[in-house]
């Protein structure tokens, strides 16, 4: 029947789409990542640091690019990975502690970097009592990953503040939300760098570092900074999230680098801006450097294999220039924490930071995912539940879509109510298909139905399918979200299976067996709605018609619970507003006439 056949077109598409989503997006490659960092190659023996000691060039610098090409970590005291362990690495410098409400850490004095630093309200697992997520690490640890701000002066102009400069402190300086701490530095050649490092108490750092030129020559001093990892981290491995080397640079827009992408080329630089950021992010995390805005930097992603392995977001500002007796000020903001979406648009509209909200990963249809999820984020603070809130989204959406689902629902019901005659033009014109197409588009048009309109309710879904998974998938507010009952992190799968009777049985099955509840009551919910239409009489639509609800529950079982929850509401609502329509329309259910069918015994002919 016409009706049937444009039914299942529009079906099977949405299949399609949602393969393609499960290859592209979804299927985590673990493969392809390497968990490990790469092995130590000429390794550096232990050199001790002075006081005084400055750069007289860019750490690392090549050909007069951004820091970081040099054969080993400038400045720092290389152990061989792993052979420290934090409490150790932390040790060997003198340290300023970090205390606010998000982070705790501290800031090695050794360059000035922040190397050491824990997220106080994010955790590893569900369990409160797991560890804290640990961002940045010494450089002397397997998975050292830092920040650092520093100067590249002339030769003329003496040393100036890089990576292996010891700054001075007062004693029992903590940095706090409160009070910033000052750090100095006098190069014995007329340059005197104090540094005053405040933080909020989210995620944001300020490094306002002023220059004074007491000599009697004119000096030229450039800023540098580095975000570094010594370990390529395991990723998810799919399309729909980046992970990686991130930045916006200017005109040239939202920059995204993967690690294999810098691998394969070692040195990405980009054209001088007056405005932008860098640095690296994780799927929830990120580290980043926002330069002076309105002064040139140029912006640089960099893999190195020089002596030790290495992934660097760096960039270099044009020199300043200091009169004799004069100085220059100047502000560097470094971002690392947690990527929370109102923080970082506070933080894009505060600081004025070109594009700062793009450490999102929206993608290219940003302008569904961020409605979706203020939406989302909306209700929660309404209603202290996301799961909830995702469900009331969902009758929203419906409430949105509610004239064109039932315009379609509507033609629907009157295509089955013309069915009998649809049966006429077929054995009045037989094999005559040119006289039968003619014949059905006549009888469309008089009785006012559109016989593709029961695509539309199933491809409407597919973009808000998308964005919702696209917000689950992606934001960290829904990062170890519950809902009810077993559901303790709807971003992850329904962690039950029915494999094993959902715990009953005291034995693991393999992921691929992992088919929860919620993946359950959602194709429980899609075979009802299947039903409500009449069996087609092609046996290879009839099998298609049969087997859908069990692939998309197994296809589904790997997806976030928070979005197969949705899926399962989203059936539930369409199936009450067909059946609805249907018997207002005079249009004959089919839900229990296919039910009885299945359970009839088959005749068999011999």
């Given at each position: 029947?016409?009706?049937?056949r444009?039914?299942?077109?529009?079906?099977?598409?949405s299949?399609?789409?949602?393969?393609?989503?499960?290859?592209?997006?979804?299927?985590?490659?673990?493969?392809?990542e390497?968990?490990?960092?790469?092995?130590?190659?000429?390794?550096?023996p232990?050199?001790t640091?002075?006081?005084?000691t400055?750069?007289?060039?860019?750490?690392?610098?090549?050909?007069?690019?951004?820091?970081?090409?040099?054969?080993?970590i400038p400045?720092?005291?290389?152990?061989?990975?792993?052979?420290?362990?934090?409490?150790?690495?932390?040790?060997?410098?003198g340290?300023?502690?970090?205390?606010?409400?998000?982070?705790?850490?501290?800031?090695n004095?050794?360059?000035a970097?922040?190397?050491?630093?824990?997220?106080?309200?994010?955790?590893?697992?569900?369990d409160?009592?797991s560890?804290?997520?640990?961002?940045?690490s010494?450089?002397?640890?397997?998975?050292?990953?830092?920040?650092?701000?520093?100067?590249?002066a002339?030769?003329?102009?003496?040393?100036?503040?890089?990576?292996?400069?010891?700054?001075?402190?007062?004693?029992?300086?903590?940095?706090?939300?409160?009070?910033?701490?000052?750090?100095?530095?006098?190069n014995?050649?007329?340059?005197?760098?104090?540094?005053?490092?405040?933080?909020?108490?989210h995620?944001?750092?300020?490094?306002?570092?002023t220059?004074?030129?007491?000599?009697?020559a004119?000096?030229?001093?450039?800023?540098y900074?580095?975000?570094?990892?010594f370990?390529k981290?395991?990723?998810?491995g799919?399309?729909v999230?980046?992970?990686?080397l991130?930045?916006?640079v200017?005109?040239e827009?939202?920059?995204?680098?993967d690690?294999?992408?810098?691998?394969?080329?070692?040195?990405?630089?980009?054209?001088?801006?007056?405005?932008?950021?860098?640095?690296?992010?994780?799927?929830?995390?990120a580290?980043?450097?926002?330069?002076?805005?309105?002064?040139?930097?140029?912006?640089?992603?960099?893999?190195?294999t020089?002596?030790?392995?290495?992934?660097?977001?760096?960039f270099?500002?044009?020199?300043?220039?200091?009169?004799?007796?004069?100085?220059?000020?100047?502000?560097?903001?470094?971002?690392?924490g947690a990527?929370?979406?109102?923080?970082?648009?506070?933080?894009?509209?505060?600081?004025?930071?070109?594009?700062?909200d793009?450490m999102i990963d929206?993608?290219?249809?940003?302008f569904?995912?961020?409605?979706?999820?203020w939406?989302?984020?909306?209700?929660?603070?309404?209603?202290g539940?996301?799961?909830?809130?995702?469900?009331?989204?969902?009758?929203?959406?419906k409430?949105i879509?509610?004239?064109?689902?039932?315009?379609?629902?509507?033609?629907?019901?009157?295509?089955?109510?013309?069915?009998?005659?649809?049966?006429?033009?077929?054995?009045?014109?037989?094999?005559?298909?040119?006289?039968?197409?003619?014949?059905?588009m006549?009888?469309?048009?008089?009785?006012?139905i559109?016989?593709?309109?029961g695509?539309?309710?199933?491809?409407?879904?597919?973009?808000?399918?998308?964005s919702?998974?696209?917000?689950?998938?992606?934001?960290?507010?829904?990062?170890?979200?519950?809902?009810?009952?077993?559901?303790?992190d709807?971003?992850?799968?329904?962690?039950?299976s029915?494999?094993n009777?959902?715990?009953l049985?005291?034995?693991?099955?393999?992921?691929?067996?992992m088919?929860?509840?919620?993946p359950?009551i959602?194709?429980?919910?899609?075979?009802?709605?299947?039903r409500?239409?009449?069996?087609?009489?092609?046996?290879?639509?009839?099998?298609i018609?049969?087997?859908?609800?069990?692939?998309f529950?197994?296809?589904?079982?790997?997806?976030?619970?928070?979005?197969v929850?949705?899926?399962?509401?989203?059936?539930?609502?369409?199936?009450?507003?067909?059946?609805?329509?249907?018997?207002?329309?005079?249009?004959k259910?089919?839900?229990w006439?296919?039910?009885?069918?299945?359970?009839?015994?088959?005749?068999?002919?011999?």
């Amino acid at each position: 029947m016409e009706n049937n056949r444009n039914y299942f077109v529009a079906i099977l598409l949405s299949v399609l789409v949602l393969v393609a989503w499960q290859f592209l997006y979804v299927s985590p490659k673990i493969e392809r990542e390497r968990v490990a960092a790469e092995a130590l190659q000429a390794q550096q023996p232990a050199q001790t640091q002075a006081t005084g000691t400055g750069n007289a060039a860019a750490p690392g610098a090549v050909s007069g690019s951004a820091p970081g090409g040099d054969a080993a970590i400038p400045g720092t005291v290389v152990a061989p990975a792993g052979s420290l362990s934090r409490e150790d690495a932390v040790a060997q410098t003198g340290r300023i502690s970090i205390d606010t409400p998000s982070l705790s850490g501290s800031i090695n004095l050794s360059g000035a970097r922040i190397d050491d630093l824990l997220l106080k309200e994010y955790r590893e697992t569900i369990d409160p009592t797991s560890p804290n997520i640990t961002l940045f690490s010494p450089a002397a640890m397997a998975d050292g990953y830092f920040a650092e701000v520093g100067f590249i002066a002339e030769a003329q102009s003496g040393p100036a503040p890089g990576p292996n400069t010891v700054w001075t402190a007062a004693p029992g300086q903590v940095l706090t939300p409160t009070t910033p701490v000052t750090l100095t530095y006098d190069n014995g050649q007329g340059l005197v760098f104090t540094r005053v490092i405040s933080v909020d108490e989210h995620y944001m750092f300020s490094f306002e570092d002023t220059i004074a030129n007491s000599g009697d020559a004119a000096a030229s001093v450039a800023g540098y900074g580095r975000v570094t990892r010594f370990f390529k981290p395991k990723t998810q491995g799919i399309y729909v999230l980046h992970e990686g080397l991130i930045g916006v640079v200017g005109e040239e827009g939202l920059q995204e680098v993967d690690y294999s992408d810098v691998e394969d080329t070692p040195v990405i630089v980009h054209a001088k801006a007056t405005a932008g950021w860098m640095g690296i992010t994780d799927k929830y995390w990120a580290a980043a450097l926002i330069p002076p805005q309105g002064a040139g930097f140029e912006t640089r992603f960099a893999h190195f294999t020089d002596g030790r392995a290495r992934y660097q977001s760096d960039f270099k500002t044009d020199s300043m220039a200091i009169a004799p007796g004069g100085s220059v000020t100047s502000k560097t903001l470094v971002f690392a924490g947690a990527k929370e979406v109102p923080v970082i648009a506070e933080y894009q509209e505060e600081n004025n930071i070109l594009n700062f909200d793009l450490m999102i990963d929206w993608g290219w249809f940003y302008f569904l995912t961020k409605p979706m999820f203020w939406l989302i984020d909306y209700l929660y603070k309404m209603f202290g539940n996301f799961g909830v809130s995702i469900l009331v989204t969902t009758v929203i959406v419906k409430l949105i879509f509610f004239p064109l689902a039932n315009k379609s629902y509507v033609s629907m019901a009157n295509m089955k109510k013309v069915q009998p005659k649809l049966e006429e033009l077929k054995a009045k014109h037989g094999d005559d298909k040119m006289a039968l197409q003619q014949g059905m588009m006549e009888l469309y048009k008089k009785e006012k139905i559109n016989p593709v309109a029961g695509c539309w309710p199933v491809l409407l879904q597919i973009p808000v399918f998308f964005s919702l998974y696209k917000v689950l998938y992606i934001t960290i507010e829904m990062r170890h979200a519950p809902f009810f009952g077993w559901i303790k992190d709807l971003s992850a799968p329904d962690p039950t299976s029915l494999f094993n009777l959902f715990g009953l049985l005291p034995y693991d099955v393999p992921s691929f067996l992992m088919i929860g509840v919620w993946p359950l009551i959602m194709g429980i919910t899609m075979f009802i709605q299947m039903r409500m239409n009449p069996t087609p009489p092609d046996p290879t639509q009839a099998m298609i018609f049969t087997w859908m609800p069990v692939v998309f529950t197994f296809m589904l079982a790997t997806f976030p619970a928070g979005l197969v929850i949705y899926w399962a509401w989203n059936n539930t609502l369409s199936v009450i507003q067909q059946g609805v329509i249907m018997k207002r329309q005079g249009a004959k259910i089919e839900l229990w006439d296919n039910l009885a069918a299945l359970f009839k015994p088959k005749n068999k002919t011999t």
